[in-house]
């Protein structure tokens, strides 16, 4: 039963496209997060949410745009796609005892 | 600002070597330190951590000991093997509310046979 889900696992869409990725957690913790890998294997903070609210949101282009129906589910809405934007994006969940979990990643390429 | 800066990869090391890949961190009060592994095409594992100066994180042959005196939390294992090949980071935090973990930009490390 996995802790983290996320869909799709790879993601390939022309530049100027809008695109979704969606992440759930059973694991019932109150923090998601997304963050962004780059090729080079830098990872970077992009936003999190506790219980629904937003709050890291750190320098990204506000073509992203993440969304938590609940605190179950953080999704990351991407509008007019770059090639920039080419990354593994990660999803995790914090619980207690600085207890994070990774999702396995969605790799975005723009083409 | 807060950081985390880990040697440079890849290291290339045989069968049943030690390994040592250093780990300091630049922070204003005592963070939460932390070592995560991804294998290759996968997600990061939390591979050990600690949460206060003297404590030692240990799993699966691996350690590191939160020191400090030299703000550093080197990873180490006395004989790697094969399946140890991944990228390991290092990484730091607050508090269990809210503050991401920070992240080094990761060690490649390759164990030949």
């Known amino acids: 039963d996995t802790a983290v889900s996320q869909t799709p696992k790879y993601l390939v869409t022309q530049m100027g496209n809008d695109k979704s990725i969606k992440c759930e957690q059973n694991l019932g913790h109150d923090t998601m997060y997304w963050y962004k890998q780059d090729s080079k294997k830098f990872l970077k903070i992009m936003f999190s949410?506790?219980?629904?609210?937003?709050?890291i949101n750190e320098t990204v282009p506000n073509r992203f745009s993440p969304k938590s129906p609940d605190k179950a589910h953080l999704n990351l809405h991407i509008n007019s796609l770059e090639l920039g934007d080419s990354a593994v994006y990660f999803c995790a969940s914090e619980g207690q005892d600085y207890g994070y979990t990774f999702g396995s990643g969605t790799r975005l390429t723009v083409v | 600002g807060n950081s985390v800066t880990q040697m440079e990869g890849p290291v290339t090391l045989s069968e049943e070597a030690f390994l040592t890949i250093n780990c300091t961190y630049t922070?204003?009060?005592?963070?939460?330190l932390f070592w995560y592994v991804q294998y290759p095409g996968e997600g990061l594992q939390l591979l050990l951590k600690?949460?206060?100066?003297?404590d030692k994180g240990s799993n699966k042959g691996f350690e590191a000991t939160y020191r400090k005196e030299t703000t550093s939390f080197h990873l180490e294992k006395g004989s790697v093997q094969v399946s140890d090949s991944a990228v390991y980071f290092c990484?730091?935090?607050?508090?269990?509310?809210?503050?991401?973990?920070?992240f080094g930009k990761g060690t490649s490390l390759l164990v030949t046979p």
């Open positions: 600690a949460t206060k100066a003297d």
């Open positions: 922070a204003t009060g005592y963070p939460s």
């Open positions: 990484a730091l935090s607050f508090s269990n509310s809210g503050y991401a973990l920070n």
């Open positions: 949410y506790n219980n629904k609210e937003l709050i």
